[in-house]
């Protein structure tokens, strides 16, 4: 009871931890995977964006043997679909029974390959190895000093290639003896790493706090012990970073945590992710994420933490009871950029309706659609009447198309018009300025010859259609006298824009000619001698106008 009583009382006291680059609500519901196959990746989205959940995080891992900017972008596409945030861990290659260590020389390698991928949102979240306080994961021998010399290299040059990478160093086994060469200590290894790295080299170059959180001694303890090597073990590790003089509120990505079920079962383990999930885990301020160890391993070491069952699309209880957690919509930053394929015109004729066609590039990290709660709107002084068509599914770097129905006033004037891209109503892209002038109405006299004796009429009409073949304007039952039909207050057309106008009269047949409207010149349509051809009066020449004709 002395135990949960003091974890309470220290997460009611703990500050909130989240830096400005974690802004916006955080689903902190997270897994680690292996390998990222389609199924896992599925399997994943569902498990931690359950009810109506979105944007959970998901740790992966990437050697430096397989730096396949193809491969992996399509794992980011992936993720991009599934509304999972990448948490990339950075690692070397197998060599004997371990794992080689990572060097200096080798820095420009990764930021050459990761800066190659189009992230799926705005910070690039990436942990610098793993538990190199282990012989084992740092070619045979624990070397705490050179780590932090290669982790610092690595956090320069990322930082320098784009300040978005989000820095994390590796993850400690907390459970870890001092017998150098082979094992240190969490604490020791921690603090030969900052006798290294300066406090304000870190704090300039790191941003968070990757923490391996595990129940021991034998992955097996009480969620309810504190301290080292407890699942809020990442507790002790920020104690100590203050002690070092950390002053920068880190927030935690605990990217390794969970139960064996060997020694508990599989409910027990279910009902202890379940109580530290509300317990701790949630309502900790500091914490960013949490992904546990491992969705699914079919084998040995990782066997009995995997949460998928042996030869079996199954899951073992612990996957339903985080399931069925409720869960929050994520709303990660996204770098979103716009660049429109089209131009709008700029001298709009008052009181009248438009309807563009809108085609533009999607330059961004998101997938704009409406069902996403993207949307385009106006950003203009001026309060204007439109309407945008909803987004479809664009996804970065493909072309889309939306319909923006716009209402000039019938007041003239000049105004400046921006279209704003929207994200559940956050303006995250903004596109060139388009500057109207609203002009008067348009005239147009229309000029025309008939094979008759009278070069007169009363039922002319006259449709107008834009470059994209829509009816902007028409006039029915116009009268025509010498020749010359004269339409006045044309509505719907903007000036320097080719019209095709069509004159149509009941037996005759259409003719068609193309206008440039323009304001300092009489607006003029001429139009071939129309034929008398039409007998049944369909609008076309056609057999069946020979056998009226007969």
Not at 37 to 63: C, F, M, P, R
Not at 149 to 166: E, G, H, I, M, T
Not at 383 to 397: A, D, Q, T
């Amino acid at each position: 009871m002395k135990k949960i009583c003091f974890l309470i009382l220290f997460l009611l006291l703990a500050k909130s931890a989240m830096a400005s680059t974690l802004s916006g609500a955080n689903n902190k519901f997270g897994m680690h995977v292996a390998v990222p196959h389609e199924d896992d990746l599925a399997a994943v989205a569902k498990l931690v964006n359950s009810h109506n959940g979105q944007w959970g995080y998901i740790t992966l891992v990437i050697q430096d043997n397989d730096l396949d900017t193809h491969k992996w972008q399509k794992v980011f596409d992936s993720l991009r679909e599934h509304k999972l945030i990448p948490i990339v861990r950075l690692a070397t290659s197998p060599e004997g029974e371990n794992w080689q260590a990572a060097k200096r020389e080798d820095s420009q390698k990764w930021v050459n390959f990761l800066n190659s991928l189009h992230w799926v949102i705005k910070n690039r979240y990436v942990v610098l190895f793993n538990e190199p306080n282990h012989a084992t994961e740092w070619g045979g021998a624990v070397n705490a000093l050179e780590y932090a010399k290669v982790a610092l290299k690595f956090a320069k040059d990322l930082k320098k290639s784009n300040p978005d990478y989000f820095i994390m160093l590796a993850g400690l086994d907390q459970a870890a003896p001092e017998q150098l060469p082979k094992y240190q200590s969490a604490p020791e290894f921690t603090k030969t790493v900052f006798g290294e790295i300066n406090t304000r080299d870190f704090e300039k170059y790191f941003n968070g706090w990757c923490s391996h959180s595990y129940p021991n001694p034998g992955f097996s303890a009480s969620p309810q012990n504190t301290g080292w090597g407890s699942i809020a073990g990442y507790t002790a590790e920020l104690e100590l970073l203050k002690t070092i003089g950390v002053n920068k509120q880190l927030p935690v990505f605990i990217t390794e945590t969970g139960w064996t079920r060997q020694n508990l079962g599989e409910e027990l383990v279910a009902k202890y992710l379940v109580w530290v999930y509300n317990n701790v885990w949630l309502p900790d301020t500091r914490i960013a994420a949490v992904t546990p160890f491992i969705l699914n391993y079919q084998s040995e070491p990782f066997l009995d933490f995997s949460w998928q069952k042996p030869a079996s699309s199954q899951f073992y209880p612990q996957y339903k009871a985080i399931y069925d957690l409720k869960k929050i919509k994520g709303q990660p930053a996204k770098n979103e950029k716009i660049t429109f394929l089209n131009f709008l015109p700029k001298n709009l004729v008052q009181d009248s309706t438009f309807i563009f066609k809108l085609k533009f590039l999607n330059l961004g990290q998101g997938i704009w659609d409406a069902k996403n709660s993207y949307q385009f709107k106006l950003i203009s002084q001026t309060k204007y009447n439109y309407r945008f068509g909803k987004l479809e599914n664009v996804k970065p770097f493909d072309s889309g198309e939306v319909v923006l129905k716009f209402c000039t006033p019938k007041a003239l004037g000049k105004s400046q018009i921006k279209i704003g891209l929207y994200d559940n109503d956050r303006l995250v892209a903004v596109s060139k300025t388009w500057p109207i002038i609203i002009k008067p109405l348009q005239s147009l006299q229309i000029n025309y010859r008939l094979l008759s004796w009278q070069n007169t009429g009363q039922d002319f009409q006259v449709n107008i259609f834009d470059k994209a073949e829509q009816l902007v304007f028409t006039a029915k039952k116009q009268k025509g006298e010498k020749g010359k039909i004269n339409l006045k207050f044309i509505r719907n057309v903007a000036l320097g824009e080719k019209y095709r106008v069509v004159l149509l009269k009941p037996g005759y047949l259409p003719r068609q000619t193309f206008v440039v409207f323009k304001e300092e010149e009489p607006n003029i349509a001429k139009f071939r001698i129309m034929l008398p051809f039409d007998f049944n009066k369909d609008g076309k020449l056609a057999l069946s106008d020979l056998v009226f004709w007969r």
